[in-house]
C-alpha cells in the first residue's frame, strides 16, 4: 500500500486520536513495518496516506466562519549545553498549565517508545546533553494532547485559505469543526505555496487556541452565540396558567394556538402539561395529574420541547413548587371555594396568595380575570403594560381605568347576538375572533369558555402571536372529547344531545346551568349529577340549589371510588351522596318523581341515555368520562325505554 501510494507516506491508525501511533516521513519498506506495528497498537486498522510537507495549523470555524488560526507546534525542548534531555522535559513539565489529560490546558511531554525512537533518529538518547539553542523534538505530529504548544495566527491566515478552510466545512455540513491544515506558510495562498486539509474534526478541542501564544481569541463565545442565537439564553417560551376552574380547557386552547400559530415566533414542538397528563405535541408522555412541579420538570428537560404549557394547581404549588424561576406569560382565571380545607388553606383570600405565585413568577404578561375581585387585585403587583385584563363582556370600568394607564384588555364588542372577541392594547383596538365561530363556546352558549378562550388568546399575544393567527387558531379548536376530554364535550349522534362534563363544584355547575338556559331544547333537560359532594359535602346544597330551576329530571349518583378516597375531607360515608342530593334536590322544590337515586355512576350514565328521547337534552356531570364517552357513542336507540 505505501509503494502504491508514494513515499514518504504518514502511518497512522484509523480510529484513534490525540496523535497517537501516527508515524510521519515513513520512507521505506522497513520503515513502513515498524510504522504498521505502532499504529495497531491502538487500532485493528491502519491507513497509509501520502505524507503532506508543512506547518501543521489548526483553524477553527464556527457557523461557517474562521474564528481562530493557531500554528501547532510538536513536544520539543531546547538545549542548554548543561542539562540532559530528561531533565529538561522535567523542567518544561513543571509548568502549571500542564497536566494529565484535560485536567490542564497543556499536557505534559511524556518519555516513552515513540520519543525514544524520535530521540535515536535524531542522534540523541534521554541522557543526551544537547548543545545550547539546539531544539530536539519528542513527537513528530503537533498534537496539544501529546505535549505540543501553539503560535496564534489568524491575523496572517491569506483570503484565499480562509475562503478555501470555510467551504471545505460548509460542504461537511459540520457547525462547529477545527480543521487540521498542512502548508509551509497559511499566509500564502494554498494555490501558490500548496497544502492540504489533513482532517475535518467534528468536534474539535479549543486548547490549541487557549494556549496559543500571541493575541487572545474568544473561541467560546461564537459557538454559545450560534447555539443561542440573538442573544437567546437557552430558555424556551413558558406560559402558566391556575385558577380553580378552566385552567385545563385554557391550557389545552393555548396548546392548541401554539401548536397552529407557533411558526409565527419560532416554535414547532408545544408541551403540555394538565390534571390529565403530559404531552409533547399530541402525543401523550405522562398519564396521570401532572398539574404541578413534577410534570412541569418532566417537559423543561425534554430538549424536544420549544415551548411549555403549564397547567399549574394548587396542590402541585404546595407539594413541590414550581418548577421555573419565572415564567413568560401567566394567567390567573378565578378563585373559586373547591379545595378549601386542604394543605392547611383556610379561605378565599389564602388560596389566593397561593395561586398567586403564578402571577409573581410572570415576567412577561400577566393575563388576570376582570370579573373576580381576587384576580383584579392580582394587577397591583405588576406594571399597567404588562397586565392584560379579560371579561366576557363589554369593556367594564375597571378595564378601562386600566386602560388608560397602559394595560391591555381583552372584551367583547358587538351585537349581542354577533359578539367579537377583542384585544385593546394602547395602539388600538384589533379582533381576534367572532365568538360564534369558535366551536367551544357552542355558539356563545358556554360563557366560560368565551372566558376561557379570551385568556388564551391574551397568553398567545403576549408571547408574540399575531391576532389574526390566534384566531384563526381557536375558530379550529372544539370542545370534542379527542380534543378536551371531560370538558363540555358534546354528541349529537342519537336523537336527542348529549353534554358530558367534569362540573363538581358549585362555581363550575353554575356555567353548566347558564349555558343550558341559552341552548334551545325542544324536550327535556335531564341532569345526572354523578360529581358532586365527594370533596366537600357543603356542595351538594349549593349545587342542587342551582340546578333545581334549570332540569326536569334528575339522576342522583357518585363514583364509588373517587367517594371513598376523599372521605376524610367530607365527613360522611360515600354511599349517602346521592340521598344527599335527592333530599337537597326536594328541599329546594324538586318532586320526588322526578329524581332516581342510582348508587353507581356508570348504572346511573346507562339509565339517562334510555329514559333520553327525541329532542331531550342529558347533561352528565361525571369523573368517570373515559367510560362514559364510550358508552354514549356506542348507546343504541333499541335499548332506549
Known amino acids: 500500500a505505501a509503494q502504491k501510494v508514494g513515499y514518504p507516506v504518514a502511518v497512522k491508525p484509523l480510529d484513534s486520536g490525540k496523535g497517537r501511533g501516527i508515524s510521519l516521513m515513513v520512507s521505506d519498506d522497513d520503515a513502513v513495518r515498524a510504522a504498521f506495528a505502532i499504529a495497531r497498537r491502538y487500532s485493528a486498522h491502519v491507513i497509509i496516506e501520502n505524507h503532506i510537507v508543512g506547518a501543521d495549523y489548526r483553524v477553527l470555524i464556527v457557523d461557517g466562519r474562521m474564528r481562530a488560526a493557531a500554528k501547532r507546534l510538536p513536544a520539543a525542548v531546547t538545549g542548554d549545553g548543561q542539562r540532559t534531555i530528561a531533565d529538561l522535559v522535567a523542567e518544561v513539565n513543571k509548568d502549571p498549565r500542564r497536566g494529565v489529560g484535560f485536567s ?3 499536557n505534559r511531554i511524556e518519555l516513552d517508545a515513540q520519543s525514544d525512537a524520535l530521540l535515536t533518529k535524531q542522534g540523541h ?6 548543545k545550547h539553542g539546539e531544539l530536539v523534538l519528542l513527537r513528530e505530529t503537533a498534537n496539544i494532547s501529546t505535549g505540543g504548544t501553539a503560535v496564534d495566527v489568524t491575523d496572517v491566515v491569506h483570503p484565499e485559505n480562509r475562503w478555501m478552510l470555510e467551504r471545505a466545512v460548509r460542504v461537511t455540513g459540520a457547525d462547529i469543526a477545527g480543521v487540521d491544515f498542512l502548508s509551509p506558510d497559511i499566509s500564502r495562498s494554498y494555490r501558490e505555496a500548496g497544502g492540504a486539509i489533513c482532517e475535518i474534526n467534528a468536534s474539535p478541542g479549543l486548547r490549541p487556541h487557549q494556549i496559543a501564544e500571541g493575541p487572545p481569541r474568544d473561541v467560546v463565545g461564537p459557538i454559545v452565540d450560534m447555539l443561542f442565537p440573538e442573544k437567546g439564553n437557552g430558555r424556551i417560551p413558558i406560559a402558566a396558567i391556575t385558577g380553580t376552574n378552566g385552567k385545563t380547557t385554557t391550557s389545552r386552547m393555548l396548546a392548541h394556538i401554539l401548536r397552529s400559530a407557533g411558526d409565527a415566533i419560532g416554535i414547532k414542538t408545544v408541551g403540555l402539561v394538565t390534571t ?14 401532572f398539574a404541578g412541579g413534577t410534570g412541569a420538570r418532566v417537559l423543561l428537560r425534554d430538549p424536544s420541547v420549544e415551548a411549555a404549557v403549564l397547567e399549574t394547581a394548587r396542590g402541585g404549588i404546595v407539594k413541590s413548587g414550581l418548577a421555573f424561576e419565572h415564567c413568560d406569560v401567566a394567567a390567573f382565571l378565578n378563585v373559586a371555594t373547591d379545595h378549601i380545607g386542604l394543605d392547611g388553606i383556610g379561605s378565599l383570600d389564602e388560596m389566593a396568595v397561593v395561586k398567586g405565585r403564578v402571577i409573581e413568577a410572570a415576567s412577561g404578561l400577566a393575563v388576570l380575570n376582570a370579573e373576580d375581585p381576587r384576580c383584579l387585585a392580582m394587577a397591583a403587583q405588576k406594571e399597567p403594560q404588562q397586565v392584560c385584563l379579560f371579561s366576557a363582556a363589554e369593556l367594564t370600568a375597571e378595564q378601562r381605568e386600566h386602560l388608560s394607564r397602559g394595560g391591555l384588555a381583552v372584551s367583547l ?16 383596538t384589533e379582533e381576534i375572533a367572532p365568538v360564534g365561530r369558535i366551536p367551544a363556546t ?18 398567545a399575544y403576549g408571547l408574540g402571536i399575531p391576532c389574526a393567527r390566534i384566531g384563526e387558531a381557536l375558530s379550529s379548536f372544539e370542545s370534542s372529547f379527542d380534543r378536551n376530554p371531560g370538558r363540555l364535550n358534546v354528541f349529537e349522534g342519537h336523537p336527542f344531545k348529549v353534554v358530558m362534563d367534569f362540573a363538581h363544584n358549585p362555581d363550575c355547575v353554575r356555567v353548566i346551568c347558564d349555558m343550558v338556559k341559552r341552548m334551545k ?28 330551576q334549570r332540569f326536569d329530571s334528575f339522576i342522583c349518583t357518585r363514583n364509588k371510588r373517587v ?20 333530599a337537597a334536590l326536594m328541599e329546594n322544590g324538586v318532586d ?24 331531550d337534552l342529558l347533561v352528565l356531570l361525571l369523573n368517570n368520562r373515559e367510560w362514559a364517552w364510550e358508552r354514549i357513542r356506542g348507546f343504541q336507540a333499541k335499548d332506549a325505554e
Open 413 to 428: 364588542a358587538g351585537d349581542p347576538d354577533d359578539q367579537i372577541i377583542v384585544l385593546h392594547h394602547r395602539d388600538g
Open 521 to 548: 331544547v325542544d324536550g327535556r333537560r335531564i341532569c345526572m349529577l354523578g360529581s358532586t359532594g365527594h370533596r366537600q359535602g357543603e356542595h351538594i346544597g349549593e349545587v342542587c340549589e342551582l340546578v333545581a
Open 276 to 289: 390529565d397528563g403530559v404531552h409533547v405535541d399530541d402525543q401523550l408522555v405522562g398519564k396521570g395529574d
Open 442 to 459: 357552542l355558539g356563545g352558549a358556554a360563557r366560560h369558555n368565551v372566558l376561557n378562550a379570551q385568556a388564551a388568546a391574551a397568553l
Open 592 to 615: 320526588a318523581s322526578r329524581i332516581v337515586t342510582i348508587d353507581d355512576d356508570n348504572e346511573a350514565v346507562d339509565r339517562g341515555l334510555t329514559m333520553s328521547r327525541e329532542g
Open 125 to 130: 538518547s534521554r541522557k543526551s546533553v544537547p
Open 104 to 106: 490542564r490546558l497543556m
Open 563 to 582: 367517594s371513598e378516597e376523599r372521605q376524610s375531607t367530607r365527613g360522611f360515608p360515600g354511599e349517602e351522596i346521592p340521598h344527599r342530593l335527592a
